[in-house]
C-alpha cells in the first residue's frame, strides 16, 4: 500500500480514527496479508514492535521502494487513491478492479451459476442480452425463460443474434427493444445499466459441461448499452 494508506490502514486495525470512506474503498481491495518494511512503517511514524523489526529484517524487508515491495506480492500492484499508472492501483476506481468471479472447469455442475444469475435478475426492470453465438439456432431459449423474472421487463436484444419469438409468446409482460447493439467478444448481461453480469465463453456452457466456463459480476462504470 501507498504510505498514505498504509497509515490510515494501521490506525483502523488499531482502533484509532481512520477515514471511513478510505477504508471501505480499500477493504474492496483488500487481500491478506498487505506487504511493508521497516521504512514504511518509520515513514508513517508507527512504532514497530521487537518482534515485528525482526521478523521483517529476517525476510530482508527494510529499506526497498513500495515499487520494489510490490514485487515480492502474490499479485505485484500498490494500493493508494491518487495514482493509476502501473504498478499503482486507485482504490477510488481503477481499471484493476476486484469483481465477484466464478470459474467452472469442464464436467463441474453450473447449477450454483444459474441460481446466482437469476437472483440478480429478480428485481430488474430492464436487461440487455448480448451474445453473438448462443442463440443463432434457437438454443439456450429455455435457459434465458428461467433465468429472466416472470414480471414487467424490458429486454434489449439484438435480432443479428437472438429470435425472441419463443419468449414474446413465453410471459406476456416483458416488452422487447430490437436494437443494433455494439459488437463485443464477451458475451452480457446488464441489468438495470448497473450491474454487468459477463460471460467469457457465453450462455452455451451455462449448461453445457465440456467446456470450461467463467463468468464475471461487476458494477457499470461505462454505459455499454444504452437503455
Same mark, same amino acid.
Given at each position: 500500500?501507498? *504510505?498514505?494508506?498504509?497509515?490510515? #490502514?494501521?490506525? #483502523?486495525?488499531?482502533?484509532?480514527?481512520?477515514?471511513?470512506?478510505?477504508?471501505?474503498?480499500?477493504?474492496?481491495?483488500?487481500?491478506? /496479508?498487505?506487504? &511493508?518494511? &521497516?521504512?514504511?512503517?518509520?515513514?508513517?511514524?508507527?512504532?514497530?514492535?521487537?518482534?515485528? @523489526? =525482526? $521478523?521483517?529484517?529476517? %525476510?530482508?524487508? =527494510?529499506?526497498?521502494?513500495?515499487?520494489?515491495?510490490?514485487?515480492? &506480492? $502474490?499479485?505485484?500492484?500498490?494500493?493508494?487513491? *491518487?495514482?493509476?499508472?502501473?504498478?499503482? !492501483?486507485?482504490?477510488?476506481?481503477?481499471?484493476?478492479?476486484?469483481?465477484?468471479?466464478?470459474?467452472?472447469?469442464?464436467?463441474?455442475?453450473?447449477?450454483?451459476?444459474?441460481?446466482?444469475? =437469476?437472483?440478480?435478475?429478480?428485481?430488474?426492470?430492464?436487461?440487455?442480452?448480448?451474445?453473438?453465438? /448462443?442463440?443463432?439456432?434457437?438454443?439456450?431459449?429455455?435457459?434465458?425463460?428461467?433465468?429472466?423474472?416472470?414480471? @414487467?421487463? %424490458?429486454? $434489449?436484444?439484438? /435480432?443479428?443474434?437472438?429470435? +425472441? !419469438?419463443?419468449?414474446?409468446?413465453?410471459?406476456?409482460?416483458?416488452?422487447?427493444?430490437?436494437? $443494433?447493439?455494439?459488437?463485443?467478444?464477451?458475451?452480457?448481461? !446488464? !441489468?438495470?445499466?448497473?450491474?454487468?453480469?459477463?460471460? =467469457? %465463453?457465453?450462455?452455451?456452457?451455462?449448461?453445457?459441461?465440456?467446456?470450461?466456463?467463467?463468468?464475471? +459480476?461487476?458494477? +457499470?462504470?461505462?454505459?455499454?448499452?444504452?437503455?
Amino acid at each position: 500500500m501507498s *504510505d498514505e494508506l498504509q497509515k490510515e #490502514f494501521c490506525n #483502523f486495525k488499531e482502533g484509532k480514527a481512520y477515514d471511513r470512506n478510505l477504508i471501505e474503498n480499500l477493504l474492496h481491495y483488500y487481500k491478506p /496479508s498487505i506487504l &511493508t518494511n &521497516t521504512s514504511q512503517l518509520k515513514r508513517i511514524g508507527k512504532d514497530i514492535s521487537k518482534q515485528l @523489526e =525482526t $521478523t521483517l529484517r529476517k %525476510s530482508g524487508f =527494510t529499506t526497498q521502494s513500495l515499487e520494489d515491495l510490490a514485487q515480492n &506480492t $502474490t499479485y505485484k500492484i500498490i494500493l493508494c487513491k *491518487d495514482k493509476d499508472h502501473y504498478p499503482y !492501483v486507485n482504490i477510488n476506481g481503477d481499471k484493476i478492479e476486484n469483481n465477484l468471479t466464478a470459474c467452472f472447469f469442464k464436467r463441474e455442475n453450473r447449477q450454483k451459476a444459474i441460481e446466482h444469475i =437469476t437472483a440478480l435478475c429478480r428485481k430488474a426492470k430492464n436487461i440487455s442480452i448480448y451474445d453473438k453465438y /448462443s442463440f443463432l439456432n434457437g438454443a439456450n431459449i429455455e435457459l434465458l425463460k428461467s433465468i429472466l423474472p416472470l414480471k @414487467e421487463l %424490458s429486454i $434489449t436484444y439484438d /435480432s443479428q443474434y437472438i429470435n +425472441v !419469438v419463443a419468449l414474446q409468446e413465453y410471459c406476456a409482460k416483458w416488452t422487447f427493444i430490437d436494437r $443494433t447493439l455494439p459488437e463485443y467478444h464477451d458475451r452480457y448481461l !446488464v !441489468v438495470d445499466d448497473k450491474i454487468e453480469i459477463i460471460l =467469457t %465463453s457465453g450462455f452455451d456452457y451455462l449448461i453445457r459441461n465440456e467446456k470450461e466456463f467463467t463468468y464475471i +459480476v461487476r458494477p +457499470v462504470s461505462r454505459q455499454r448499452f444504452l437503455m
